[in-house]
């Protein structure tokens, strides 16, 4: 073989963290807002059956680069919920109109529904404290531009070419729908991660720097990382892992071994 696919690597540490059944890893207080101290806090509601979370009050200016749109409404996947939640930018309200305790929405978390996993949100919440602007891949952040076609939702998360199906009013149950779909176990591509940009716009995002895909266990085979790359569309492909809270990036480099004589 004239080549040989060769490991490139980054990492950063984020905290580490104990089992979700340790109590006094738990903040005890039920608002956030004593916990961190900020005038623009943004209130949400959360709705079990979605498994996302409707914006009802929005402050500050994360909104632009956070949620996805719908209908005229923004709403948060999980992991955009917890990390806003954690950073003291969001209260996050039951449908009692009570704010969610931190350890409430871990447990969202931890039950690995809607395609996220704790790993995945360590991932989101690493790259987005570097600044980086990250969007769950398959789900567009607006439908102004996105043509439609009459296609079913995906089953694998994945809405191929960025389109959505069906008219604005039905977009929301497709979204629900790729979500609920997802398996954490599955590899495939889970965000798709931009450089920061002042600029950025939901409507008009452009391609993004690279496309992340989480890795358990062992690298995938070169079949396997072929197989995702024809999914990027020539947009860069970059591999991820969490290990004891360590989250380390891989890329595949493709060089030409010289034939021995």
Request: proline content about 4%; some cysteine; overall charge negative.
């Amino acid at each position: 073989m004239d080549a040989e696919d060769e490991w490139e690597s980054s990492s950063g540490e984020v905290a580490e963290t104990d089992q979700f059944n340790d109590e006094d890893f738990y903040p005890t207080s039920a608002c956030l807002s004593k916990l961190q101290f900020r005038s623009d806090v943004s209130k949400a509601k959360w709705n079990v059956e979605m498994g996302m979370a409707e914006v009802i009050e929005k402050k500050g200016k994360m909104w632009i680069t956070t949620g996805i749109v719908r209908n005229g409404k923004t709403f948060c996947l999980i992991e955009e919920t917890l990390f806003l939640a954690e950073i003291g930018a969001l209260l996050v309200m039951d449908d009692n109109d009570e704010c969610l305790a931190l350890k409430d929405i871990y447990k969202k978390i931890a039950g690995e529904r809607n395609g996220c996993s704790w790993e995945l949100f360590e991932v989101y919440k690493h790259l987005k404290s570097l600044g980086y602007i990250v969007g769950r891949h398959g789900v567009p952040w607006s439908l102004k531009g996105v043509e439609n076609n009459s296609e079913p939702c995906s089953s694998q998360g994945t809405i191929q070419n960025n389109r959505v199906v069906g008219a604005e009013e039905n977009s929301i149950t497709c979204v629900v729908q790729t979500l609920s779909n997802l398996q954490v176990d599955e590899l495939r591509l889970n965000f798709d991660v931009y450089l920061p940009n002042s600029k950025f716009r939901k409507s008009s995002p452009g391609d993004p720097a690279f496309l992340l895909c989480l890795v358990r266990g062992n690298p995938p085979s070169n079949a396997k990382s072929e197989a995702l790359e024809r999914q990027c569309g020539g947009i860069p492909l970059k591999l991820c892992r969490v290990d004891h809270g360590r989250v380390s990036f891989f890329s595949f480099k493709r060089v030409e071994l010289p034939i021995l004589p």
